[in-house]
């Protein structure tokens, strides 16, 4: 399946034009950008290695990889708009887990630009499993609305990464599985029927 992901492509071009206003370096350095990429994706696999796992946050996580790495293809591509676009598969879960680890590994250790292409196709891969597009779509809105909010007060460390000053909380709540109602009034009408019939 081909996707076109030119808004998300547009909301970090926005996102990178405020930063490079008042950034130091006017820039994010290669350097900051692999530590970024990196530090998104240790986050994103302590997420989906949990027991107890919350797919509010995997998904976060997820935004943040697309975010970051999508920020390095327009830092380094910046005249490639065939970037819009990609194909998702929906291989399976372990196949698209592999693909995002092994290639930051590689563009981690190389920096080479070229690895930044199937991180991101096997993160948008892994989501159209977890969640399907649409809501990664959803949840994607509402990540960049977070990321933009912190625009408003930023500063940076010494690195020239942003610091989180006051903004608003990505609130991706509508990813939460819904109760079974069925089935709850089923267990309901069950207890009552054995209350009945211990008292007759």
């Given at each position: 399946?081909?996707?076109y992901i030119k808004d998300m492509y547009s909301d970090v071009q926005k996102f990178n034009l405020e930063i490079e206003k008042t950034h130091p370096e006017k820039t994010f350095s290669?350097?900051?950008?692999?530590?970024?990429?990196?530090?998104?994706?240790?986050?994103?696999?302590?997420?989906?290695?949990?027991?107890?796992?919350?797919?509010?946050?995997?998904v976060k996580e997820s935004c943040d990889i697309v975010y970051v790495v999508l920020g390095g293809v327009i830092q380094m591509f910046p005249y490639n708009m065939a970037t819009v676009a990609t194909d998702v598969n929906v291989i399976t879960e372990n196949d698209a887990i592999a693909k995002v680890l092994d290639n930051a590994k590689r563009f981690?250790?190389?920096?080479?630009?070229?690895?930044?292409?199937?991180?991101?196709?096997?993160?948008?891969?892994?989501?159209?499993?977890?969640i399907g597009f649409e809501n990664f779509c959803t949840a994607w809105d509402i990540v960049h609305s977070s990321n933009m909010s912190k625009l408003e007060n930023k500063s940076f460390d010494e690195n020239g990464k942003?610091?989180?000053?006051?903004?608003?909380?990505a609130d991706l709540s509508f990813l939460k599985p819904k109760p079974k109602r069925k089935a709850k009034k089923l267990i309901e009408a069950d207890k009552t029927e054995n209350n009945e019939t211990a008292t007759n």
């Open positions: 399946m081909r996707i290669i350097g900051l950008r692999k530590n970024l990429i990196a530090e998104e994706i240790k986050e994103w696999e302590q997420e989906i290695f949990k027991d107890k796992k919350s797919i509010e946050a995997i981690n250790s190389t920096t080479d630009k070229m690895f930044l292409f199937p991180i991101l196709n096997g993160i948008l891969n892994y989501v159209t499993y977890k942003v610091q989180k000053g006051d903004y608003t909380v």
